[in-house]
């Protein structure tokens, strides 16, 4: 669904991108983790053509139209109601005539539990409410890839949850594939199938991938006392450690955790393969 072969990116000076190969299958959630500055958003900037590349590929096996976008700032139109933001989607994205865009626009605030809010502009809404009406928007397109820049940074703890457990359900009754940039390590592991972490920048690569073979259905709570996930954070986090504070101390740590991580992972858990699927409640159906 998504290749990334031998990427160089830079901004006029040393790359801050220098080899990068990541593959995407069909179906799968990929998180992307790194040091500030290692080059995570040039990546989604690559992939939309919002920047060129110095060298390397980019490749997406979709149409324009079957790929959606959900970053930190949310793109909604203050002149417009959040029923016509989610109506534009699909009218520009799917041309669909504009009575039967803003019907649909109108389902999806629901699914979003917005019914009220549909006439609302923007500057009206809570910061939860502006980004369900922005995920309406996207998913209201149906996307086949959904590419994620930190979307729900800076929401508080319990609507970030409600968002994303809400959003984790809708993708995998949907196989959707997924590439997500998040600073949160615990949101890594918790919604992943795999995990590339980048070393720091500049001239940042993929220093691994971390394959995350927890169970699908996955709940956002609960996931996090499965005996395999504990291990797999320890992971994660002494790999970027390593990366951050580039000490043989650090080093030393990340191999341990490694070890350790690999050794937990595969006596407590079955072989990853491709992730179920579920249904998610029944709110959320089309």
Do not use: C
């Amino acid at each position: 669904m998504l290749q990334i072969d031998d990427l160089t990116l830079g901004y006029g000076g040393e790359p801050v991108l220098d080899g990068v190969r990541l593959h995407v299958p069909a179906g799968r959630f990929v998180s992307l983790v790194g040091p500030s500055g290692s080059g995570k958003s040039s990546i989604l900037r690559a992939l939309t053509g919002l920047q060129a590349p110095t060298s390397g590929t980019t490749r997406i096996e979709a149409d324009a139209a079957d790929v959606g976008f959900l970053f930190q700032d949310d793109a909604l139109l203050p002149w417009r109601t959040a029923r016509h933001n989610v109506a534009l989607g699909l009218r520009a994205g799917r041309g669909i005539p504009k009575r039967a865009a803003l019907a649909e626009a109108d389902a999806w605030l629901t699914r979003m539990g917005l019914t009220g809010f549909e006439d609302r502009y923007p500057r009206e809404l809570s910061g939860g409410q502006r980004k369900r009406v922005a995920l309406a928007q996207v998913l209201a397109t149906r996307p086949k890839l959904l590419l994620m820049d930190e979307p729900f940074a800076s929401l508080d703890a319990i609507v970030r949850h409600r968002i994303t457990s809400d959003l984790l359900a809708w993708l995998e009754r949907e196989d959707v594939t997924v590439l997500l940039v998040t600073h949160d390590l615990e949101e890594a592991v918790a919604l992943s199938d795999q995990v590339a972490v980048l070393s720091r920048g500049p001239r940042a690569r993929i220093r691994e991938t971390v394959d995350v073979p927890l169970p699908r259905p996955r709940d956002q709570l609960g996931v996090r006392t499965h005996p395999a996930f504990a291990p797999l954070l320890t992971r994660l986090w002494a790999a970027l450690e390593e990366e951050v504070i580039d000490t043989p101390e650090a080093a030393e740590r990340a191999d341990a955790a490694i070890t350790h991580a690999g050794d937990d992972t595969a006596s407590r858990t079955q072989p990853a393969g491709p992730p179920a699927r579920h249904a998610p409640r029944e709110a959320w159906r089309p």
